[in-house]
């Protein structure tokens, strides 16, 4: 070959070195472009799930529904609702009408008031204990609520006007955080109870990894009904409660509670499993245990106030 064939190795290694170059740059130009997209994405991301959050919660205590119309309670039942403006409330609505995010975070913000609570059941604002809520639930969002000296609560308030609602307004019932863990990882609800510190009004899985079609069912309003009316507080073979020593939370069954415990006292205190899901369904029944068991001062303070002349 002759030497006018022959690439110049010099011109071979700068092609190689522009090659490379073009690589880098457009590497680096891509992780750039992402890393300002998640940047700028990362506060719609949070306000999503803060928004997500505040829905789960309002369903579990009732206000809203899983189809996403607002709830009122009338003639002991839960309807149909719309949120007035004018009055600041929620009124019953003949027809379902989908609440605005914007009518949701304003009934959450009027309906819905966190307090703190110690190992006593003495109970605080957070103003009181000079903690900031939005630094206390990015800290503990995580690990949970349970296991802190200060644990955390949601008061479920009645439907007045905001000018109606004050610091010793008495809650119609209260939101409990729970969580544990299900057969692959954590999961995270909530349990809303009624003023008397033992019936349930509602519960949501609003975060969880299980199985599709079998664990993840946990967070399908259709298996969640089910805990509606239940009692945390289990009940004595003779149907009474011994609340100050009684085990607490709800138990999922492995099929179903008319089979496992018939009618006796023990099934107002438990729910039908998920087929295929076991494992899942022991870790839902270990979480309400856990976390209820040291909320416990707090409920049975709740539930001497209930039941008090």
């Known amino acids: 070959m002759s030497s006018s064939e022959q690439k110049p ?37 949070e306000e999503a799930k803060e928004l997500d959050r505040s829905k789960q919660l309002m369903i579990s205590a009732s206000l809203l529904s899983p189809e996403g119309y607002f709830l009122v309670q ?7 609702a719309v949120f007035s403006e004018k009055e600041q409330i929620l009124i019953p609505s003949p027809s379902i009408v989908k609440a605005k995010s914007n009518e949701i975070l304003k009934v959450y913000q009027i309906r819905i008031r966190p307090f ?23 800290k503990n969002k995580k690990d ?25 307004t008495t809650p119609i019932g209260y939101v409990i955080p729970i969580n544990g863990m299900g057969l692959w990882d954590a999961i995270y609800g909530y349990l809303a109870i009624e003023s008397n510190g033992d019936t349930v009004i509602g519960t949501t899985w ?11 069912n946990i967070s399908f309003p259709s298996w969640q009904k089910e805990f509606k009316n239940k009692v945390i ?31 006796s006292p023990k099934a107002d205190s438990a729910v039908d499993g998920i087929t295929g899901a076991t494992l ?14 040291k909320y416990r001062p707090f409920l049975l303070k709740v539930h001497q106030e209930n039941i008090s002349p």
């Open 9 to 45: 190795p010099t011109v071979e290694k700068s092609h190689n070195s522009r090659t490379l170059i073009f690589i880098i740059v457009i590497c680096s130009s891509c992780a750039l472009i992402l890393a300002i997209l998640a940047s700028v994405l990362k506060p719609k991301q």
């Open 74 to 80: 009338k003639d002991n039942k839960y309807v149909p």
């Open 116 to 138: 703190l609570t110690d190992n006593e059941g003495n109970t605080y604002t957070f103003q009181e204990k000079g903690i900031d809520l939005a630094k206390y639930l990015e």
């Open 144 to 168: 949970g609520f349970a296991d802190l000296p200060l644990k955390l609560v949601y008061a479920i308030l009645p439907n007045n006007s905001p000018q109606n609602i004050s610091g010793s």
């Open 206 to 216: 609003y975060e969880q990894s299980e199985t599709a079609g079998l664990g993840a």
């Open 233 to 263: 507080f289990h009940k004595g073979a003779t149907g009474t409660t011994d609340f100050a020593r009684a085990p607490i939370g709800i138990v999922v069954v492995k099929g179903k509670v008319s089979e496992v415990y018939g009618s």
């Open 280 to 293: 899942t369904g022991m870790g839902v029944t270990n979480a309400y245990r856990d976390v209820l068991e």
